[in-house]
C-alpha cells in the first residue's frame, strides 16, 4: 500500500487481512488529506494511544513516574509547570493522580466511538503496567475483534503462560517489552529491589512466547524489545542484542533517555565519553542484527542520539503532523495530542470524541503545531525538545512536502 509505510510509526506493523488493510487505507487518506489541507480534517485519528494503568510492579530507574531517583512523579501537572516555568502542582493533585482507577464502562464506550471515528491501530500502554488492569485481555479482546491493530507496551513479567496462549489465540499483533538489560546483574542494576529472579522470569515468558508461536506456526504476536541507553546500562548493548536473538524476539528499538527536567533523572544522562562509546557499539551492532535477521532502528537511532533525547532541531525544519494522526486518552480520560503536549483537548466522559476531535481548541492545536519553531516557551503547545514521536513527523513530510509545494504552487497561480 502506497501510504503504509509513512504511517507505521513509532514501531512496524505486520499485515493484518484484507478488513484491515481496507480500514487503514480509508482512514490514511482522509488522515493525509487533513495534513495536506493544513486548515481541517477529515476523519478521524488512524492510531490511538490508550492508558490501563496507573500502577506498575516494578520500579526501572528510568521510569518517569516509579523510579526511586524521582524529585516527584512526572505527571503532565508536573511536566506542563516545568515546560511554562510555573509552580509544582500542590499534594491535592498527586493524591487525586494517586487515586484515579479505571472505569471499564467508560474504556467500552471509548473504544466503540474510537473505532467508528476510523481508528485502526490501538497502542494500550500507562503510567504504570498495563497487564495489572484485570481487564486489559477483553480490552484487547474488543480490539481485536473490530478487526483492529493493537500493540501493547510491557515490562513483560506478566506474560504468564495463560495469558500468552490468550494473546496467541486472539492473533494479538505487537508486544513491546522494554527489559533494559541482557542479563540478569544488568537488570538488577536497572530496576530498583527487584527479585534475582525476575529477569529470569521474563526471559522464560518470552520463550515460552517463542515455543508456542512455533508450534502453533503463527507469527503473532510479533516481539519488540526496548532498550533505554543510561548511565546504569550503556555498557550492555551486545548482551541486549544477544538477549534479542536467544529469545526469538523480531525487532528492538535503542532509544535515548529523557530526564524530563527531573533533577533526580539526571545522573542517567550519559557523559560525552560514554555517548561516543555506545554510538560506536551501536554501529557495530547493525551487522549483528542483520546476520541474525533481527529488525532494528540504529540508523534512525544514530541520527537523534546525544547524550539525551533533544529533537528541537527536527523541529527547527519540519512542521508536526501528529495531531492529525493520532491521539492520546488519559486514565481520566483527558484527551491530548500526543505524549508530550500537557494541555488536555476536552474529556470523554464529559464529551464524545467526536466533538473533542472537531473542537475548536483542538483546530487551534493543529494550527499552531504547523509552526512550532515560532512558539516561545510560554506559549507553546507541546514539549518539541522530548517529542518522542519525531521520526513519524519526519517520515510524513519526506513524504508530502513535495504535494503540499504543488499545492500552494497552484493556489498561488490561481489566486495571482
Ligand atoms: S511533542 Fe509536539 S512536536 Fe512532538 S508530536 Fe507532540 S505536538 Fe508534535
Same mark, same amino acid.
Given at each position: 500500500?502506497?501510504?503504509?509505510?509513512?504511517?507505521?510509526?513509532? !514501531?512496524?506493523?505486520?499485515?493484518?487481512?484484507?478488513?484491515?488493510?481496507?480500514?487503514?487505507?480509508?482512514?490514511? /487518506?482522509?488522515?493525509?488529506?487533513?495534513?495536506?489541507? !493544513?486548515?481541517? *480534517?477529515?476523519?478521524?485519528?488512524?492510531?490511538?494511544?490508550?492508558?490501563?494503568?496507573?500502577?506498575?510492579?516494578?520500579?526501572?530507574?528510568?521510569?518517569?513516574?516509579?523510579?526511586?531517583?524521582?524529585?516527584?512523579?512526572?505527571?503532565?501537572?508536573?511536566?506542563?509547570?516545568?515546560?511554562?516555568?510555573?509552580?509544582?502542582?500542590?499534594?491535592?493533585?498527586?493524591?487525586?493522580?494517586?487515586?484515579?482507577?479505571?472505569?471499564?464502562? !467508560?474504556?467500552?464506550?471509548? /473504544?466503540?466511538?474510537?473505532?467508528?471515528?476510523?481508528?485502526?491501530?490501538?497502542? /494500550?500502554?500507562?503510567?504504570?503496567?498495563?497487564?495489572?488492569?484485570?481487564?486489559? *485481555?477483553?480490552?484487547?479482546?474488543? =480490539?481485536?475483534?473490530?478487526?483492529? #491493530?493493537?500493540?501493547?507496551?510491557?515490562?513483560?513479567?506478566?506474560?504468564?503462560?495463560?495469558?500468552?496462549?490468550?494473546?496467541?489465540?486472539?492473533?494479538?499483533?505487537?508486544?513491546?517489552?522494554?527489559?533494559?538489560?541482557?542479563?540478569?546483574?544488568?537488570?538488577?542494576?536497572?530496576?530498583?529491589?527487584?527479585?534475582?529472579?525476575?529477569?529470569?522470569?521474563?526471559?522464560?515468558?518470552?520463550?515460552?512466547?517463542?515455543?508456542?508461536?512455533?508450534?502453533?506456526?503463527?507469527?503473532?504476536?510479533?516481539?519488540?524489545?526496548?532498550?533505554?541507553?543510561?548511565?546504569?546500562?550503556?555498557?550492555?548493548?551486545?548482551?541486549?542484542?544477544?538477549?534479542?536473538?536467544?529469545?526469538?524476539?523480531?525487532?528492538?528499538?535503542?532509544?535515548?533517555?529523557?530526564?524530563?527536567?527531573?533533577?533526580?533523572?539526571?545522573?542517567?544522562?550519559?557523559?560525552?565519553?560514554?555517548?561516543?562509546?555506545?554510538?560506536?557499539?551501536?554501529?557495530?551492532?547493525?551487522?549483528?542484527?542483520?546476520?541474525?535477521?533481527?529488525?532494528?532502528? =540504529?540508523?534512525?537511532?544514530?541520527?537523534?542520539?546525544?547524550?539525551?533525547?533533544?529533537?528541537?532541531?527536527?523541529?527547527?525544519?519540519?512542521?508536526?503532523?501528529?495531531?492529525?494522526?493520532?491521539?492520546? =486518552?488519559?486514565?481520566?480520560?483527558?484527551? #491530548?495530542?500526543?505524549?508530550?503536549?500537557?494541555?488536555?483537548?476536552?474529556?470523554?466522559?464529559?464529551?464524545?470524541?467526536?466533538?473533542?476531535?472537531?473542537?475548536?481548541?483542538?483546530?487551534?492545536?493543529?494550527?499552531?503545531?504547523?509552526?512550532?519553531?515560532?512558539?516561545?516557551?510560554?506559549?507553546?503547545?507541546?514539549?518539541?525538545?522530548?517529542?518522542?514521536?519525531?521520526?513519524?513527523?519526519?517520515?510524513?513530510?519526506?513524504?508530502?512536502?513535495?504535494?503540499?509545494?504543488?499545492?500552494?504552487?497552484?493556489?498561488?497561480?490561481?489566486?495571482?
Amino acid at each position: 500500500m502506497v501510504l503504509g509505510s509513512f504511517l507505521r510509526f513509532d !514501531g512496524q506493523e505486520s499485515n493484518g487481512g484484507k478488513t484491515l488493510i481496507l480500514r487503514k487505507f480509508l482512514s490514511q /487518506l482522509r488522515a493525509l488529506a487533513g495534513v495536506i489541507h !493544513g486548515r481541517r *480534517i477529515f476523519g478521524g485519528p488512524i492510531q490511538a494511544n490508550l492508558t490501563l494503568a496507573n500502577r506498575c510492579n516494578l520500579k526501572c530507574i528510568h521510569c518517569y513516574y516509579h523510579s526511586p531517583l524521582l524529585e516527584r512523579p512526572n505527571y503532565r501537572g508536573v511536566r506542563l509547570a516545568r515546560q511554562i516555568n510555573e509552580q509544582l502542582p500542590d499534594d491535592g493533585y498527586f493524591n487525586h493522580q494517586k487515586k484515579i482507577t479505571f472505569n471499564r464502562k !467508560g474504556m467500552e464506550k471509548i /473504544l466503540d466511538e474510537l473505532i467508528k471515528s476510523g481508528v485502526y491501530r490501538f497502542f /494500550l500502554s500507562g503510567n504504570g503496567e498495563p497487564f495489572l488492569n484485570k481487564y486489559s *485481555i477483553d480490552i484487547m479482546k474488543k =480490539i481485536k475483534k473490530a478487526n483492529c #491493530y493493537c500493540l501493547v507496551k510491557t515490562n513483560g513479567t506478566l506474560l504468564s503462560k495463560k495469558i500468552t496462549d490468550e494473546l496467541i489465540h486472539m492473533k494479538f499483533d505487537e508486544l513491546h517489552i522494554t527489559t533494559m538489560a541482557g542479563n540478569r546483574d544488568m537488570y538488577i542494576r536497572t530496576h530498583s529491589c527487584v527479585p534475582q529472579e525476575t529477569f529470569d522470569s521474563v526471559k522464560n515468558n518470552l520463550l515460552y512466547l517463542a515455543e508456542q508461536k512455533k508450534k502453533l506456526h503463527t507469527n503473532k504476536p510479533q516481539v519488540s524489545l526496548i532498550y533505554v541507553v543510561i548511565s546504569e546500562n550503556y555498557s550492555g548493548l551486545y548482551d541486549f542484542a544477544e538477549f534479542a536473538y536467544k529469545v526469538q524476539a523480531d525487532r528492538v528499538f535503542i532509544q535515548p533517555v529523557d530526564e524530563m527536567g527531573d533533577t533526580g533523572l539526571k545522573r542517567l544522562v550519559l557523559t560525552e565519553k560514554q555517548t561516543e562509546y555506545v554510538r560506536e557499539e551501536a554501529v557495530k551492532l547493525k551487522n549483528y542484527f542483520k546476520s541474525k535477521k533481527i529488525k532494528h532502528n =540504529i540508523d534512525k537511532f544514530l541520527k537523534i542520539f546525544s547524550a539525551q533525547l533533544d529533537t528541537r532541531e527536527v523541529y527547527r525544519l519540519i512542521p508536526c503532523y501528529y495531531a492529525w494522526l493520532s491521539v492520546l =486518552i488519559d486514565i481520566d480520560g483527558n484527551v #491530548y495530542p500526543c505524549y508530550s503536549s500537557y494541555r488536555s483537548m476536552g474529556n470523554i466522559y464529559e464529551n464524545s470524541f467526536n466533538d473533542i476531535w472537531n473542537s475548536e481548541h483542538y483546530r487551534l492545536f493543529r494550527e499552531k503545531s504547523l509552526k512550532l519553531n515560532c512558539s516561545d516557551k510560554s506559549d507553546s503547545i507541546c514539549d518539541y525538545g522530548n517529542c518522542p514521536h519525531y521520526t513519524a513527523n519526519m517520515k510524513l513530510h519526506k513524504m508530502i512536502d513535495p504535494v503540499k509545494k504543488v499545492f500552494s504552487h497552484n493556489y498561488i497561480l490561481r489566486n495571482s
